[in-house]
C-alpha cells in the first residue's frame, strides 16, 4: 500500500487585496495550482494560508499564481504579526487630492443641476459644462480603476467595478460626459469606503499585535541582556521590572507582582502572581519585580494564538456567508444581461446605463465579513475567541447543552467541606491531627486537608513513622500516639469499629456527592471528614440564562460515578449520564443530534477534545491549552461561565444581522435595478444611490462592536433536594 502524500502549509503576505472581491480572486488563482489542498485567504491580515502537497507544488508556483491574480506578494512575516503598510508617497497623496479635487468639483455641479432641473431652475445648466472638464476629471479620477477593470478582463474575471466601467463607457458614448464624471466619482467614493473599512479592521490587528514587546531582558551567564525577543529562546530567564509588559508565556521563578491580564483575559482587576504561577506574554506587572523561565515565544504563547485565531476568524465561512459568495460569481453577469434586455427592450441607453451603475455588488460580498469580523473582535476584548463565521451560525442555532463535570461545573480540584468530630473531641482538633498526618502527602485529599488548616490557622507537628497505604489512606505518629486517616477498607483491614454515629454521618455526606475518611486511633474512630469537588458559583446563574434563552435541554456527562453525577446533577436541576468514557460522551452527542438537536458541549481539558469536536458547536473552558483552541469552535479565555450564554447571544446577534444586511441589500438592488430599468432612477441618481447599501451595511454591522446588555436575573431557585433524572 503506497503512503499518504506528504502535506505542506505554506503562509504567504499579499499586497492589494482591498475588497472581499480580492480574496475570491486570490483564492481562485491559487486553487487553480495543481497540487493546492485548501486556500485560506484573510483580508483584514493580509495573508493567504495554503496547504499543499510539495510533490507537486512549490512557494514559487504560489506566488506567481498570486501575480497573475494581479496582487502582489510580499515577504514572508511570522504567522500574529500584521505587516507594516509603506506610508504613501508625496507624489501619490498630490495624485490623489488632484483626482477627488476635480471628481468632486464635477459630481457638485451636476448634482446641482440635476436638483435645478427638478424644481425648474438650472435647466441649462449640464449643457453648460465644457465637455472637456468631466473628460479630464474621468481619465485623472478613474483611470486606475480602468485599468484594474482592464486588468480584470484580462484575467478572465468580472468585478463589481466592470458593471460601471462598461456604464461610463456607455455614457461616454452618447456624449454624457457630465454622467459619466459623475458615475466615476461615486465609484471611487464606493472603492474609498470599502477600502477604509477594510483599514479600519486590519487597524484593530495591528493594534492588537502591537501589544506584543518586540524585546525581552533576558539573563545569561550573570549578564542580563536586552534581546529582540526572536533571539529569545525556550527555559530563558525573563526579567521583568515594574510597569513593564511580560514578553513571553512563563512560569515565575522568583520575586511578586500585581499582573494585569486584562489583553488575555479580559479581566480588569489585576492577579497576584508569585513563585509557581503562571504569567502570560502582553501582561502588565504593574508593581514588583518577576523573574520568569520561559514557556512560549511570539506565536506560541497563548497570546500569540489569540491573535491568529482573530486573524482566521473570517476564513471559516458560515453557510451564509459561502451562498453569499456564490451569489456574488452570478449576480454581476446577471445584471450585464439585465441591462442588456433593458437597452433591447426599451431602447434606451441611459436607463441600462443607470441599471449598470445601481446594482451594487460590493454590499453583497462584505454583508457578512463585515459581521463576523465584528463580532469575534467583540468577543475577543470580552476573553471569548470565537472561530469565526460557522461556530456563530451554529451558537445562533444551539437548543441542547451538554457539560462536562470535573473542571467545568465543579473548580476540578478536591475541598475540604465537613469535618465532624466524636468522643467528645472538637472539630479544630480533628482537623489539627488529620493535617499533621497529612503534610507529607502529595495525594490531592491531603492538599485540601493541609489547605483547609491553614486557612483556620491551625499550628501543625510534625508527624513521625509516617507511611502511605495505597487505595486505603496514610498512617503517622503525632505526640507518640498512632493515627490512621483512611477510608473504610482501612478501618477493616484494621479491624477497628466504624460505629454507628460515623456511619450514618458518612451515608449523609456521600449521598450528597462527598467523598468521606476517617481519622482514628488504633481502637476506634476519632472523625469523619469529606471532600467536594464543589459547584462553581457562577453555573446556576449561566444556566438560568441559557433557559431564558430558549434552551431547552441541559445535560450533565461525566465519567464519575452514579452517586456523584446524581448529587451534582441534583444541585443543577439538569439530567446526567455517569460512568461515561470519552467514546461514550460522543455516543451521547451523536445519539442527540440524531434527533435533530443543535448540541453544544462545554468541557475543559484533553478528555473532553474528541466531544468538544462532535458537537456541532464546543465551548473550551480555560484556553491557555493547546487542544482546547484546536478542538473547540468557542475558547473562554478565563473559566467565567457568564460567557457561555454570552456566547449564544453573541451568535444570534451576529446572524440577525448578516440576515438583515443581506436582506436589505438584496430588496435596495431589486428595487434599485427596476427603477433604473423603467427610467425613473436615472444614471446620475443611480450613481449616488449606489454607496448606499455599503454605508447602511457598515452602520448596522457597527453595532456589534458594543457589548450586548445583559438582563438581570433573580436568584436561582434552589434544586438540591430535588431528584437529579438520568437520561435514557
Request: net charge negative.
Amino acid at each position: 500500500m503506497s503512503a499518504p502524500p506528504l502535506v505542506q502549509t505554506v503562509d504567504l503576505a499579499i499586497a492589494g487585496m482591498d475588497c472581499a472581491e480580492c480574496t475570491r480572486h486570490v483564492e481562485q488563482g491559487l486553487r487553480a495550482v495543481p497540487g493546492v489542498r485548501e486556500v485560506r485567504v484573510l483580508l483584514q491580515a493580509e495573508r493567504a494560508t495554503v496547504t499543499l502537497d510539495p510533490a507537486q507544488a512549490t512557494r514559487d508556483q504560489l506566488e506567481r499564481a498570486v501575480v497573475k491574480a494581479g496582487y502582489a506578494v510580499r515577504p514572508a512575516v511570522p504567522s500574529g504579526i500584521v505587516p507594516e503598510v509603506a506610508p504613501e508617497s508625496r507624489a501619490d497623496r498630490l495624485g490623489g487630492l488632484l483626482s477627488w479635487g476635480l471628481l468632486g468639483l464635477v459630481a457638485v455641479v451636476v448634482l446641482l443641476a440635476a436638483v435645478g432641473e427638478w424644481v425648474g431652475v438650472f435647466d441649462a445648466a449640464l449643457d453648460r459644462v465644457p465637455w472637456w472638464i468631466p473628460a479630464a476629471a474621468i481619465a485623472i479620477g478613474g483611470g486606475s480603476v480602468f485599468w484594474g477593470v482592464i486588468q480584470a478582463a484580462w484575467r478572465r474575471q468580472i468585478t463589481s467595478h466592470t458593471l460601471m466601467t462598461v456604464g461610463v463607457l456607455a455614457a461616454v458614448a452618447i456624449g454624457e460626459w457630465t454622467t459619466a464624471a459623475v458615475i466615476v466619482f461615486f465609484m471611487r467614493f464606493a472603492a474609498w469606503l470599502e477600502a477604509r473599512t477594510t483599514e479600519r479592521g486590519r487597524q484593530a490587528l495591528r493594534e492588537l499585535a502591537a501589544l506584543q514587546p518586540v524585546t525581552a531582558r533576558v539573563r545569561r551567564e550573570g549578564r542580563e541582556l536586552e534581546l529582540p525577543l526572536a533571539e529569545v529562546v525556550i527555559g530563558d530567564v525573563v526579567l521583568v521590572r515594574p510597569g513593564e509588559r511580560i514578553p513571553v508565556d512563563g512560569t515565575v521563578l522568583d520575586g511578586q507582582a500585581p499582573v494585569d491580564e486584562a489583553s488575555i483575559t479580559g479581566e480588569s482587576m489585576p492577579v497576584e502572581k508569585a513563585a509557581g504561577d503562571a504569567v502570560f506574554a502582553t501582561s502588565i506587572a504593574q508593581a514588583g519585580f518577576l523573574q520568569v523561565a520561559t514557556t512560549g515565544i511570539g506565536v506560541d504563547t497563548t497570546f500569540g494564538r489569540i491573535v491568529r485565531l482573530v486573524e482566521e476568524a473570517e476564513s471559516n465561512k458560515a453557510p451564509v456567508q459561502r451562498f453569499a459568495d456564490r451569489f456574488a460569481t452570478w449576480y454581476l453577469p446577471l445584471i450585464l444581461l439585465v441591462a442588456g434586455a433593458t437597452f433591447l427592450l426599451t431602447g434606451a441607453v441611459l436607463n441600462a446605463v443607470a441599471v449598470l451603475v445601481v446594482a451594487c455588488a460590493c454590499a453583497i460580498t462584505i454583508a457578512t465579513p463585515v459581521v463576523v469580523l465584528a463580532s469575534t473582535g467583540q468577543a475577543a476584548r470580552q476573553g471569548l475567541l470565537i472561530k469565526g463565521g460557522i461556530a456563530l451560525e451554529q451558537l445562533a442555532r444551539v437548543t441542547t447543552v451538554v457539560l462536562d463535570k470535573t473542571g467545568t461545573v465543579t473548580g476540578g480540584r478536591p475541598l475540604l467541606t465537613e469535618v465532624l468530630a466524636l468522643n467528645g473531641r472538637s472539630s479544630a482538633d480533628v482537623l489539627r491531627l488529620a493535617a499533621t498526618i497529612e503534610r507529607r502527602s502529595e495525594h490531592p485529599v491531603a492538599e485540601a486537608v493541609v489547605a483547609a488548616a491553614g486557612e483556620r490557622g491551625l499550628e501543625l507537628a510534625e508527624p513521625s513513622d509516617f507511611a502511605v497505604l495505597p487505595g486505603r489512606g496514610v498512617l503517622g505518629t503525632v505526640g507518640g500516639e498512632e493515627w490512621l486517616l483512611g477510608n473504610r477498607r482501612l478501618l477493616a483491614e484494621r479491624e477497628i469499629p466504624l460505629g454507628d454515629e460515623a456511619a450514618s454521618e458518612a451515608l449523609r455526606l456521600e449521598a450528597a456527592g462527598a467523598t468521606t475518611f476517617f481519622l482514628a486511633t488504633p481502637d476506634q474512630v476519632e472523625g469523619v471528614l469529606a471532600v467536594s469537588d464543589v459547584l462553581r458559583p457562577e453555573v446556576l446563574p449561566a444556566l438560568a440564562e441559557l433557559r431564558q434563552l430558549g434552551v431547552t435541554r441541559l445535560l450533565l456527562l461525566t465519567g464519575d460515578s452514579e452517586r456523584v453525577a446524581a448529587a451534582i446533577a441534583g444541585e443543577l436541576g439538569i439530567e446526567y449520564q455517569a460512568g461515561l468514557l470519552p467514546e461514550e460522551k460522543i455516543a451521547v452527542i451523536q445519539w442527540l443530534q440524531a434527533a435533530g438537536e443543535v448540541v453544544m458541549m462545554v468541557g475543559d481539558g484533553v478528555n473532553d477534545a474528541p466531544a468538544l469536536t462532535q458537537a456541532d458547536v464546543g465551548v473550551a473552558m480555560g484556553a491557555g491549552a493547546a487542544v482546547s483552541l484546536e478542538a473547540a469552535g468557542v475558547a473562554l479565555i478565563r473559566n467565567d461561565w457568564a460567557m457561555v450564554p454570552e456566547a449564544i447571544r453573541i451568535g444570534r446577534r451576529s446572524v440577525r444581522t448578516i440576515r438583515q444586511n443581506l436582506g436589505f441589500t438584496a430588496a435596495y438592488n431589486v428595487i434599485g435595478v427596476a427603477l433604473a430599468a423603467v427610467g425613473i432612477l436615472p444614471p446620475v441618481w443611480a450613481a449616488a444611490a449606489q454607496s448606499l447599501p455599503d454605508v447602511a451595511i457598515m452602520l448596522n454591522s457597527s453595532r456589534l462592536l458594543r457589548p450586548a446588555s445583559r438582563r438581570i436575573l433573580p436568584p436561582p431557585r434552589s434544586v438540591g433536594a430535588e431528584p437529579a433524572a438520568p437520561i435514557g
